[in-house]
């Protein structure tokens, strides 16, 4: 089954499938439509466990948060440090962190706003790098820079930006879904990462 994420300040609305992940915030001041904690919330949408994933991260606000099914591993962009932490099931510190400083445009100037998005056939993260830089990022499980989506104009924040990959069976498996602009707003869908070309000739033996 395909995880369920919720956001938002209080993030306990909403109904989903399954068991999703999600955030939310509480007292914490200049939070906005970020979240100073991570939930889990189950198919009603009743918070199950709050405050256990990345307690270990003295102050952070997250804005987007999204999971990997395969490894259950939890993704989140934290606005306060300008990372995305990655963190095992109930981790409280992350097993890896993702500063952008692979991407073209250097490491993330801002992710306020931001929004994740998983790739459910390889656990790419795909991370909203619009309010600095104006495209989307794309990394490997490992944290490492795979590509890098952009559109002439570049992308602005829609508030907030929007971010979606398509993991059906369908015909359109794969394609990518990035919301761009306040007034007047657009959808724009990309097709999924092309395979990578093999270095060296194939030689069918004959």
Partial sequence: ????FMMGRSAGG???STEGIGSGCEGTPGCGQGGSWIGVYNSSGVLVSKGVIGS???????????????????????AIANKVDIFAPEGTTPIKEINGAEAPGGPFGS???ADIAIDQSNCNILVTDVKAHGVVDEFNANGKFVDQITHTPAFS???????AVDNSSTASKGRVYITSGKTGGQVFAYGPLGPKLALTPTVTPA
């Fill in 111 to 113: 992710l306020e706003g």
């Fill in 14 to 16: 909403g109904s989903c």
């Fill in 157 to 163: 924040a829609s508030e907030p930006s929007g971010i």
């Fill in 1 to 4: 089954t395909r995880s369920c």
């Fill in 56 to 78: 270990g991260i003295a102050h952070a606000l997250y804005y987007g948060v999204g999971v990997c099914d395969a490894t259950g591993d939890i993704v989140a962009a934290d």
